[in-house]
């Protein structure tokens, strides 16, 4: 059976020179219903983002009803990334990461353990993840779920594209609210 109610986050675009904290927004669906949209902060190449999203699914008003928790990449806000494993036991539900494509990991690699603060730590929670793998027509890293789970839960979610509403209605509403204005494109 799909994990078909679930959360979506993605961070607001940001301009590259920008320091401090980036908006997030999460979208809380059942199947393709939007039920709920939250907002919180995350500090640009922070260590915040876990403990955020664990309250903001709780602040959700679906927490109850939640079955699972999108990413739209493991990290928000540049590098705060995401402690997946973290966040599973926060919350109690099962994360799915989701890429458009499979990252390019030496660069990421390199790119954090010469330019980003606790960039070690960072890269540490990257590589246990493991390398994304390809599940309904994109790339995955999972906790808590099996690779027929994460499929199934994609296609219960997904209903333009390729990507799962929760993210693709998450990347709309951030982009409107910081832009003033939504655009499709690449999420």
């Known amino acids: 059976m799909p994990l078909s109610h679930a959360i979506g986050f993605d961070d607001s675009p940001f301009a590259r020179e920008h320091r401090g904290d980036v908006r997030v ?3 809380v669906f059942a199947g393709w219903t939007l039920h709920g949209v939250v ?31 999108l990413l739209q990449g493991v990290a928000l806000a540049g590098f705060n990334v995401v402690d997946a ?10 994360v799915l990461i989701v890429a458009r494509r499979a990252p390019n990991l030496d660069r990421i690699r390199t790119a954090l353990l010469t330019r980003v603060p606790g960039g070690a730590r960072k890269w540490r929670l990257i590589e246990a ?18 690779l027929d ?18 993210l ?3 990347h709309l509403i951030a982009g409107g609210v910081m832009r003033g204005s939504s655009r499709g494109g690449r999420v």
Not at 129 to 146: A, F, H, K, N, S
Not at 149 to 166: M, Y
């Open 85 to 94: 494993p973290t966040l599973r036991s926060a919350t109690g539900l099962p």
């Open 149 to 166: 789970e994460a499929g199934q839960s994609l296609a219960a979610l997904t209903v333009t594209g390729r990507i799962p509403e929760p």
């Open 129 to 146: 993840l493991g390398p994304m793998e390809p599940c309904g027509g994109v790339y995955v890293q999972r906790v808590g779920l099996d």
């Open 39 to 69: 907002s919180g902060r995350v500090r640009r190449d922070g260590r915040n983002s876990t403990p955020e999203l664990a309250r903001l699914v709780q602040e959700s008003g679906a927490a109850g009803h939640l079955q699972l928790i």
């Open 168 to 170: 693709r209605a998450a």
């Open 25 to 27: 927004f999460g979208t």
